[in-house]
T-cell receptor
């Protein structure tokens, strides 16, 4: 595709449920990033992939959050036992390599009731 | 404490007028500074990227300045248009081995007719 795409665009779930958020990066981009953005705030780093491996997962808030990128392209962010505090917009970005410009997707708005 | 601080938090300007947004950062070591524009419900889009050796860069009606000595940057919007209404986020790269992006909270700009 022409840009980074994310699905779903909106996700409403109940407290305690499991959710998966998907990111399709720009074709050929080896670096992929997940961010979380709360209302009125800038994005907050979660995890960075270089190829298939997580090069830096220091931003994941706790062990309920996990992300994979098994084939070095599509990535899935997984949140277990969701809490109301997890409600936010989850942004994905990709870049040609780590030092290049990051292109952002439109985000997935997660609401935990 | 956030290493990237922006001011003002929000501002309202009349169409056709100019405005200047401020960014102060403490990220060290410093690699580059970026300004992003984020429309409501969209992912951030890059406006300018500056390294420490650059002190000004323009993109159409947007002009960014950087003073790496005082760790300050500004974004000037000339002859504002209604489409300039958005959040403008200052982003600093550096501070670790792979240039993780540190985001400010953004300045919400509203351009009124």
């Amino acid at each position: 595709g022409a840009g980074v795409s994310q699905t779903p665009s909106n996700k409403v779930t109940e407290k305690g449920k499991y959710v998966e958020l998907r990111c399709d990066p720009i074709s050929g981009h080896t670096a992929l990033y997940w961010y979380r953005q709360s209302l009125g705030q800038g994005p907050e780093f979660l995890i960075y992939f270089q190829g298939t491996g997580a090069a830096d997962d220091s931003g994941l808030p706790n062990d309920r959050f996990f992300a994979v990128r098994p084939e070095g392209s599509v990535s899935t962010l997984k949140i277990q036992r969701t809490e109301r505090g997890d409600s936010a917009v989850y942004l994905c970005a990709s870049s040609l390599s780590r030092d290049n410009e990051q292109f952002f997707g439109p985000g997935t708005r997660l609401t935990v009731l | 404490k956030n290493q990237v601080e922006q001011s003002p938090q929000s501002l309202i300007i009349l169409e056709g007028k100019n405005c200047t947004l401020q960014c102060n950062y403490t990220v060290s070591p410093f690699s580059n500074l970026r300004w992003y524009k984020q429309d409501t419900g969209r992912g951030p889009v890059s406006l300018t990227i500056m390294t420490f050796s650059e002190n000004t860069k323009s993109n159409g009606r947007y002009t960014a300045t950087l003073d790496a000595d005082t760790k300050q940057s500004s974004l000037h919007i000339t002859a504002s248009q209604l489409s300039d209404s958005a959040s403008y986020i200052c982003v600093v790269s550096g501070g670790n081995s792979w240039g993780k992006l540190q985001f400010g909270a953004g300045t919400q700009v509203v351009v009124t007719p």
